[in-house]
């Protein structure tokens, strides 16, 4: 993988994990400093919006609890869901905000609940998820290199593209047109 694609997905995950999402103190927590990110003192059943890379640290501790209406994850059967209406039609889907640092995160928890349990269900959940995120992508992929041989490509269509894919999508497009040019002006020699 590139270095520049590898960076784009750093910088998407990075973005993703510094939205605000809104928590629930279920502890009261001491005015606290965290990096440069300042937390008031909290007293339990305080609400409160922070970067979701604190919510979790925080939730892991008992100390807060996300806002059922702000959940970030990605479950097994959506991901089943959007990868069968991503193979049925011919067009890029728009995928949910923050899809694949979401998608990361599902198949890391399932990774670790097989750690934890390893039993005929949760191994068989985890190669069923592996399989549609891959199905998924092969299909978005296959989608995004068509579209990046069209000279002047839907607005619609490249809107519907994940900033990591918006990445993928420009980089190809790029390659393509300069060998494009260069294929008819280079000499022979």
């Not at 694609?5 to 001491?30: M, N, R």
């Not at 979701?52 to 925080?58: D, G, R, T, V």
């Not at 008992?62 to 209406?85: H, R, T």
Request: hydrophobic share 40%.
């Amino acid at each position: 993988m590139s270095r520049r694609a590898s960076d784009d997905i750093k910088t998407s995950q990075f973005l993703y994990e510094e939205e605000l999402v809104g928590v629930v103190f279920q502890k009261p927590l001491l005015a606290t400093k965290v990096g440069a990110l300042q937390l008031g003192a909290f007293v339990e059943g305080n609400e409160a919006r922070i970067p979701l890379w604190a919510a979790k640290a925080l939730e892991a501790e008992g100390i807060v609890k996300l806002n059922p209406d702000q959940s970030q994850q990605l479950i097994a059967s959506e991901l089943f869901k959007l990868s069968w209406k991503e193979e049925r039609n011919e067009a890029l889907l728009v995928l949910p905000p923050n899809f694949y640092p979401k998608l990361r995160e599902l198949t890391n928890q399932l990774n670790e609940s097989i750690k934890q349990n390893p039993t005929h269900t949760t191994l068989s959940e985890q190669r069923q998820a592996f399989m549609k995120a891959k199905d998924l992508i092969n299909c978005r992929l296959q989608k995004i290199l068509r579209l990046s041989f069209e000279r002047n490509p839907s607005k619609p269509l490249v809107e519907a593209l994940q900033p990591e894919e918006k990445s993928l999508f420009n980089n190809i497009r790029s390659e393509i047109d300069d060998w494009r040019e260069k294929i008819l002006l280079e000499e022979t020699k």
